[in-house]
């Protein structure tokens, strides 16, 4: 069993940026690839990144590469997701998840646990 909180969301205007965190509880993180994905109002939740257990392999969606930067730390038993040059467009409730299968998954129902969330907005 793995539990995830998410924090760090907020309002930030066009072009700034953001750092999510999901600390995990238990002894397995290391064990665990996980993933952001985000949803919006009205619309299906995405993904956005995904990290290897040990943190050697990284996935982005396109509408986030260049911009998002995952990262994972192991020892803490925590997941960043570093935004940068965010756009309204980007506006949604991000969720962190893990997942204790291989290879990496991008489709949310590959995921195992999952956070309850964390609002981002940006505005114009």
């Known amino acids: 069993q793995v539990q995830l909180v998410e924090s760090g969301g907020g309002l930030v205007q066009a072009g700034g940026s953001l750092r999510l965190s999901c600390a995990a509880s238990?002894?397995?993180?290391?064990?665990?690839?996980m993933g952001w994905f985000r949803q919006a109002p009205g619309k299906e939740r995405e993904f956005v990144a995904a990290?290897?257990?040990?943190?050697?392999?990284?996935y982005y969606a396109d509408s986030v590469k260049g911009r998002f930067t995952i990262s994972r730390d192991n020892a803490k038993n925590t997941v960043y997701l570093q935004m940068n040059s965010l756009k309204p467009e980007d506006t949604a409730v991000y969720s962190c998840?893990?997942?204790?299968?291989?290879?990496?998954?991008?489709?949310?129902?590959?995921?195992?646990?999952w956070g309850q969330g964390t609002q981002v907005t940006v505005s114009s």
């Open positions: 998840a893990a997942d204790n299968h291989l290879p990496i998954a991008t489709l949310p129902q590959e995921y195992n646990y």
């Open positions: 238990g002894r397995t993180f290391s064990s665990y690839a």
């Open positions: 990290i290897s257990p040990l943190g050697g392999n990284t």
